[in-house]
């Protein structure tokens, strides 16, 4: 699970690297995209089937213990 923004600065990058490595592991990222990063995210996204991109979590209306679980 990654929480955080998603780009380049906040190892997003890494992460979708480490998917391509280990595609038995499913990886949930959730945060705002960076602009400068959204079409390579999204192109990465598309292809790696064991990334799931979730969005902005909401956590005054949801449960971030529950979500990690």
């Known amino acids: ?5 998603i780009g380049t600065e906040k190892g997003a990058d890494i992460v979708l690297g480490a998917a391509r490595l280990a ?3 499913e990886f949930s990222m959730y945060g705002p995209v ?3 990063y959204a079409e390579l995210f999204e192109a990465e ?8 991109y979730c969005g902005v979590f909401n956590s005054a209306a949801g449960d971030v213990v529950r979500e990690l679980a």
């Open 1 to 5: 699970v990654f929480f955080s923004r």
């Open 23 to 25: 595609p038995a592991v």
């Open 34 to 36: 960076d602009e400068t």
């Open 45 to 52: 996204v598309e292809v790696l089937s064991n990334v799931r």
